[in-house]
């Protein structure tokens, strides 16, 4: 019997699970738990581990992170420990780019920012940034991809020199966070980025050290910086509130959470957690099916739509309302761990007449019913 050790709120990973396995679940909340006796062990990103904080026990040789990010755990520990340490990259590259379109037809709907004249600056073209050109190249934006190490690896992909990004009428990044290296992503967005540059939007769902918030509040303070979307925070969860109050904006590191994402952070997981214990993976084909929304009470307003469907605006309301609270830090891990999961947009379907109406919603991937 395989012994698994989970972070509880991992999505749904008991339907995941093979036969020939036995779950326990732990609270992250209260703190990193003693894995003795486990042989697989599976986290989320609020569970650090490194020589600091974690002890790897003989018996454990599998981890597994239900995330697309990996920073937060030390690979040399891993490697030095003999664990097959795995990740679910690419799980919320949907969901992170629909958090982007959305916010952006927003910024249009609510504040009349002429996205379409715009020139976009992507930074980072793995997952999340492709997925990122794919809705784009269907609204008809147009943009530039900056992804140097990228194009080290792959010859046939060409990376926009860091001039022409700085050039874009909007900056959005899609990178992971490193701190050392050639292409160290720590504060790529600071004072000598901005320096005599003039930004329409700043955009973050990577990883929140990625900008140098004091430097980008300096910048929209002084006029060069007119609408920042953050979705993520460089103390994260302490956020500044600051920051936040400058923002379009705010929400809790939620960009990528949605009904799929989350059941494909799961899936990824558990079938490399399969191949590497030889078990067989169940069906979870049914967790994919998608939703009819009846939505006769609204009309075809393209705003009263998008707020319907995305709770973007819910959860910058609801980080608003931390703001000057002592227990903010632990009510921004609350406020991602307490509401249900969107469903993406080509997972829902609405009644025929709004796709006629809103043609921006069929873009978006919502399907029409009649």
Known sequence: MIKVLADQNIYKIVDFLPKGTDLTYYNPAEGIPDASGYHAMIIRTVTKLNPSTFTVPDSLKFIGTASSGSDHVDEILMQDSGVNFVDAKGCNA?????????????????????????????????????????????????????????????????????????????????????????????????????KNRKFDIIINAA??????????????????????????????????????????????????????????????????????????????????????????????????MLLRLHPIKEYDAALQDLMGREDKKELFAKLREDRPYRYEYASLSVDVEFIGHLNDIRLLGVQSKN
């Open 94 to 194: 949907r969901a992170v780019s629909e958090y982007v379109m959305t916010a952006l037809l927003l910024l249009r709907e609510q504040k009349g920012v002429p996205i379409g004249d715009l020139t976009y600056g992507i930074i980072g073209a793995g997952a999340v940034g492709s997925a990122v050109t794919g809705l784009f190249d269907t609204f008809g934006l147009k943009y530039k991809l900056h992804d140097p190490p990228k194009a080290l690896r792959e010859p046939d992909f060409v990376s926009s020199s860091l001039e022409e990004i700085l050039n874009c009428d909007v900056l959005t990044f899609h990178v992971p966070y490193t701190e050392t290296g050639e292409f160290k992503t720590r504060y790529w967005l600071d004072e000598s980025t901005l």
């Open 207 to 304: 990883r929140g050290g990625v900008i140098n918030e004091q430097a980008v509040l300096a910048a929209q303070q002084a006029g060069r910086i007119d609408h920042l979307i953050i979705d993520v925070w460089d103390k994260e969860p302490d956020f500044d509130p600051e920051f936040a109050q400058h923002t379009f904006l705010s929400t809790p590191h939620i960009a990528g959470y949605s009904h799929q994402a989350k059941l494909n952070a799961s899936k990824i997981v558990m079938t490399k957690f399969c191949k590497h214990f030889d078990l067989e993976l169940p069906n979870t084909d049914h967790l994919y099916d998608a939703k009819h929304l009846s939505l006769a009470h609204l009309k075809y307003d393209l705003e009263d």
